[in-house]
Nanobody, 123 residues
């Protein structure tokens, strides 16, 4: 099993920044990729950014590209999502997920999920 714990959400003004963290524990050797998804009220969960467990491959959604950056700290088993120039449409619950396979935007390919962290953007 793998446990994921997210932190870093909160209230921020439009144009501001937040950094989300997701720390993995347990059988981390089984992880192939880690990904951030988000879900706004009344909407489906959507892909934001992914990173291979080795850290050498990343992918960002079109809405995230240029504003958000996913990264990881190998020593801390932690993945980060640096979010800059936040917009009201970025408000959502952000979830960290881990897959035993490759990076994917398909939620069904993920084996482990964190509890989510709320990001609220005020205008």
């Amino acid at each position: 099993q793998v446990q994921l714990v997210e932190s870093g959400g909160g209230l921020v003004q439009a144009g501001g920044s937040l950094r989300l963290s997701c720390t993995a524990s347990g059988r981390t050797f089984s992880i192939g990729a880690m990904t951030w998804f988000r879900q706004a009220p009344g909407k489906e969960r959507e892909f934001v950014a992914a990173i291979s467990w080795s850290g050498d491959l990343t992918s960002h959604s079109p809405s995230a590209k240029g504003r958000f950056t996913i990264s990881r700290d190998n020593a801390k088993n932690t993945v980060y999502l640096q979010m800059n120039r936040l917009k009201s449409e970025d408000a959502a619950v952000y979830y960290c997920a881990a897959s035993r396979g490759y990076m994917s935007g398909d939620t069904g390919r993920y084996d482990y999920w964190g509890q989510g962290t709320q990001v609220t953007v005020s205008s």
